[in-house]
């Protein structure tokens, strides 16, 4: 017996260290005296969320937080949606003698020991509840419970379980479903979301979002300056937030009342892990759990581009939304990173210093950065009223304070706004991404500009030297080029701006023996007509003559840039273009399994589209077309999705084309796409109501394509006596109302060989895609996830506006 005492305290003795797993406490709630320590933690009675002491990734200090217990990352890294000690980390040296404990008088209490003297100690506390109301509660009735929401709640059974705290009202960085995201009118106080200071830092970091009075959720920078807002609530959702879908995943509520208001959201599945959090890029992300993976999938962010964030790169740094992961902030021309360690956290916010210490001088110069976005960083200059840009650069050369000076002049009679200088930090410089183009001019050191300038004279020479090698190697083909080249050059097109130059600018005479004379048709559209071409290197393209364009070359070349800047798997890819004179043409890759429409309504002895190419094509074309939306710089409305503009590659993965065309026929597109035969059956509603168009047009379109994806025949049918058919809502009522099987919409042609669980998907998307109000219909992105499994969706309503253009009884018989 004794034996057994000895190896039980031996045991003991050599408790788990920091690090290892720890033990979990057998029930759910902590009573009065009892405590967690660094190996206890306390697990929700569904096991979905866990409270206890953690560590985060790469720090020596330790926190007690709330995290997802069944969720675990890739990296192992604990998801946390709660801390308690943000601010007052616990040192390692102290993390054996802490406890987090309910003590007597009904307070919640993170505490250290701290020895007096050889014989004694004092508790130290480092954070608590400091609730006032658990103290007129009789001690033995109060508990802590953890809930499955993630709640931790300080109760009093004896008052029928009244929450006396939770840390639901103290929230961190997580908005979780059930807790309420709001306003108190009494205390003029908000329930504030704050970030991270970083990846490996749960303090308060420089980014925060609140609910304001008005009802508009303000994103903060600093809890000073607001550089983002939700948009006003419409009774489905926030202006600015059309993600919000009903019916999809969460249904969200939003109330006003006399002492306050407040938004709150809960998940249609309570098994879904779902994780609203403000990311420490000062980024709102909803996240859910992928189901094989175990990790976590973004499902959408706010605001997108992330260079929208003010001071998301820190002082005297660029952002670039061309870039991504670090590389989006580079340091300005004579500075480099304040800390380059920071990156590894995700903390981009140190910005950058300068490089010489011992600057400023007459012989200064400046570093020119042409087409720049100031308009978020205008409202922190100096305006200084001169006559030229010379005056400007001279006022900022003398003031060792002034960093950049930029000279704006605007309208046919450059009418100037102001020479503009910065003192001091200068903070979210933005790559170009509107019309409004400045140059920015860089201070730099004498010694720097001299390196600048040297490093430019060894490129140039490096460049020079790589164009003579190459004119030695290619000898007479060049020259012979370059001769026929210089004869037909125009004063219009003589010069190609740099913005241009991942394009290839074609001559129409060029394109014409490329496509013998535009003998070869590949087919016609709003947009033009559609040839096959040989280039010189023997390159299959497709050139799409432009009919109906008439803007200037200037402002045709800056669009047609715009679209040569967007790659993604699932679009047609930009080769270039020509713009001489009236003549406007683009050339693009080739297909070579032509259209969609070719494959899905087959002509001659076309090939049938078996079930999982065409599952593929609709996943493809919807990531296109989330990436158009969602991704691009700005948000990309296609206008025109049919089959005949889903082009398929060797392999029949689809690419979606003519995507940026719409803007080239600027406000008559409405009116070009109404008179193309066949896109009719294509046009959401509210092309004819008057509203303006939304993305949400495009997924219209999409969800009508899709159905004809399913069945192998077209939806729109018209019969003799004029009347209107329409397929989708055929199959709807099929399927929806009449309960038969999803196989019995089916292409025929497929004899049933399909998916049951993708069919079932499609379906279901498709019927949310054409709901008359665009407020039901889902965003393209969540077209990607729901068919790909990834996010449930309800049962779809019967589109009742298409309903009511046919007729009873009748419509069985037509599309059997």
């Avoid at 057994?4 to 260290?17: E, K, N």
């Avoid at 949606?81 to 007597?104: C, G, Y």
């Avoid at 014989?119 to 006032?132: A, K, L, R």
């Avoid at 200037?554 to 993604?568: A, D, M, P, Y």
């Amino acid at each position: 017996m004794l034996f057994l005492i000895v190896l039980i305290f031996f045991i003991l003795s050599f408790a788990p260290p920091h690090g290892s797993s720890a033990t979990t406490l057998a029930d759910t709630m902590l009573l009065v005296g009892q405590s967690l320590t660094r190996n206890r933690t306390l697990v929700s009675k569904g096991g979905k969320f866990e409270l206890g002491f953690f560590t985060p990734r790469n720090s020596q200090k330790h926190y007690v937080g709330i995290w997802f217990k069944q969720v675990a990352s890739v990296q192992k890294k604990k998801t946390v949606v709660w801390v308690a000690n943000r601010n007052k980390p616990i040192s390692t040296t102290d993390l054996s003698s802490s406890e987090f404990k309910l003590l007597e008088d009904g307070q919640l209490v993170l505490f250290f020991m701290k020895a007096k003297n050889n014989y004694s100690s004092d508790q130290v506390p480092i954070w608590s509840t400091n609730s006032t109301t658990v103290n007129r509660v009789i001690h033995s009735s109060i508990k802590v419970v953890l809930h499955d929401n993630g709640n931790l709640a300080v109760l009093s059974s004896s008052n029928g379980n009244i929450i006396m705290w939770q840390s639901f009202d103290h929230p961190t960085n997580s908005f979780l479903p059930g807790a309420k995201f709001g306003y108190n009118n009494l205390t003029n106080t908000s329930y504030i979301l704050t970030s991270w200071r970083n990846s490996e830092d749960p303090s308060d970091g420089f980014y925060s979002v609140k609910l304001e009075p008005g009802g508009t959720v303000s994103f903060m920078w600093n809890q000073s300056h607001e550089f983002y807002n939700s948009g006003v609530w419409n009774g489905h959702y926030f202006g600015n937030f059309p993600e919000m879908q009903i019916g999809i995943t969460c249904s969200f509520e939003y109330r006003s009342y006399a002492n306050g208001s407040y938004f709150i959201y809960s998940v249609s599945d309570a098994d879904l892990p779902l994780h609203v959090f403000v990311d420490v890029s000062g980024q709102l992300k909803a996240a859910v759990r992928q189901s094989e993976t175990q990790d976590w999938m973004e499902i959408w962010t706010k605001p997108m581009p992330l260079c929208q964030v003010y001071g998301i790169c820190g002082a005297f740094s660029i952002c670039s939304d061309n870039n991504i992961g670090p590389s989006i902030c580079q340091c300005l021309p004579g500075f480099e990173k304040h800390n380059p360690k920071d990156l590894d956290s995700l903390d981009y916010s140190s910005g950058c210093v300068r490089k010489n210490s011992s600057w400023c001088g007459d012989k200064d110069n400046f570093h020119v950065m042409p087409n720049m976005d100031l308009s978020k960083i205008i409202t922190s200059a100096n305006v200084l009223v001169v006559d030229d840009a010379k005056k400007c650069k001279s006022s900022c050369l003398q003031n060792c304070s002034c960093n950049a000076y930029a000279y704006h002049t605007t309208g046919s009679n450059n009418n100037s706004i102001g020479c503009l200088l910065w003192y001091g930090s200068l903070v979210n410089v933005r790559q170009h991404v509107g019309d409004d183009r400045v140059d920015l001019f860089i201070r730099l050191a004498a010694s720097e500009d001299h390196l600048w300038s040297s490093r430019k004279k060894i490129s140039t020479i490096a460049i020079v030297g790589a164009v003579i090698s190459g004119l030695i190697i290619l000898g007479g083909i060049t020259l012979v080029f370059l001769h026929r080249y210089s004869k037909r050059r125009s004063s219009e097109t003589q010069k190609l701006d740099e913005d241009y130059a991942f394009l290839t600018a074609f001559w129409s005479k060029d394109l014409k023996i490329a496509t013998k004379n535009f003998s070869d048709k590949l087919g016609s559209g709003g947009f033009g007509s559609v040839f096959k071409g040989t280039l010189p290197d023997m390159t299959i393209v497709a050139v799409k003559k432009l009919e109906g364009v008439t803007q200037g070359q200037k402002q045709f070349r800056s669009e047609v840039s715009t679209i040569g800047l967007i790659h993604h798997v699932n679009l047609v890819r930009l080769r270039g273009f020509c713009s001489e004179g009236a003549k406007r043409m683009l050339v693009y890759d080739f297909m070579p399994k032509g259209s969609l429409d070719r494959h899905l309504f087959p002509r001659n002895n076309s090939r049938i589209l078996n079930w999982p190419q065409r599952f593929q094509i609709a996943v493809g074309t919807a990531r296109g077309l989330a990436y158009l939306h969602e991704e691009c710089r700005d948000c990309i409305i296609h206008c025109d999705i049919k089959p005949e503009n889903i082009l398929l590659d060797a392999d029949f993965h689809p690419k979606v084309a003519d995507f940026g065309l719409a803007k080239l026929f600027g406000h008559e597109f409405s009116r070009v796409m109404t008179t193309v035969r066949g896109t009719i059956g294509y046009l959401a509603p509210e092309w004819t109501s008057g509203v303006a168009i939304t993305a949400k047009a495009d997924v219209y379109s999409y969800g009508m394509m899709l159905f004809e994806l399913i069945s192998g025949r077209r939806n729109l049918k018209l019969a003799n006596d004029g009347r209107v058919w329409f397929f989708p809502t055929w199959a709807a009522k099929k399927v929806v109302s009449d309960g038969q099987s999803m196989l019995s919409i089916l292409d025929d042609k497929l004899d049933g060989n399909a998916n049951i669980e993708e069919l079932n998907r499609a379906f279901k998307v498709s019927c949310w895609c054409i709901q008359e109000d665009e407020i039901q219909r889902p965003s393209m992105g969540q077209v990607v996830q729901i068919l790909e499994g990834l996010l449930d969706v309800n049962d779809p309503p019967i589109n009742r506006y298409l309903q009511t253009l046919m007729e009873e009884g009748e419509e069985t018989s037509f599309f059997s």
